[in-house]
């Protein structure tokens, strides 16, 4: 978390608009109060574009990396862009993915130093370089390649990709965590 308030507040039910409220009947009940929808509401064409897309990296039929691979990203990537927002939410998702707590924190450690597996050291590399570089190395790709078909590196990338810009976003806009979701005050610290 960057920011202790909303620079974008996110739009109160009173507030809503026809439009906005055709765009909320599209969600699920949980989602619709959600600060992250809410906040992006402000721009219904955007939310609306922005829905296809999200929908295809968050569908575990479409995306076809496995669950717990899908969160392990998410969490790495959340945590490198700081997005405490993004990180507070799939913290609470890590464990009925598959993740222990152990790995969990070891997500956050940028040293390394927990005893991955070789097909997750090679996640944590590819979310490293993707947000110091841009760019997944060749070394990396052939290691992901040993385990993930084509379509799976891809939409690694695609997860990856997509967490950066949605943590770039609630990271900006100011969005607040949702009632009832934890925060780690660690990454108010950083």
């Known amino acids: 978390m960057r920011l202790r308030s909303p620079r974008v507040k996110p739009v109160e039910i009173a507030d ?93 450690d940028c040293n390394n130093t927990h005893q991955w597996s070789e097909k997750d050291a090679a996640l944590i590399r590819m979310c490293d370089e993707l947000v110091q570089d841009h760019f997944v190395t060749d070394e990396t790709w052939a290691r992901l390649c040993a385990d993930f078909s084509e379509k799976q590196c891809m939409d690694l990338v695609y997860t990856a990709s997509h967490y950066t810009m949605v943590s770039m976003f609630t990271n900006s806009f100011g969005v607040q965590p949702d009632d009832g979701v934890p925060v780690d005050d660690e990454l108010f610290a950083l």
């Open 16 to 108: 809503e608009t026809a439009e906005q409220e055709a765009i909320l009947e599209s969600l699920n009940e949980v989602a619709r109060s959600m600060n992250l929808f809410r906040t992006s509401l402000k721009s219904p064409t955007c939310m609306k574009a922005q829905m296809v897309w999200s929908n295809y990296v968050g569908s575990r039929k479409t995306n076809e990396v496995p669950w717990r691979e899908k969160e392990l990203v998410i969490l790495r990537i959340s945590f490198l862009c700081r997005s405490g927002y993004e990180w507070s939410h799939h913290r609470r998702l890590a464990v009925p993915a598959g993740l222990s707590e152990d790995e969990i924190l070891a997500i956050k």
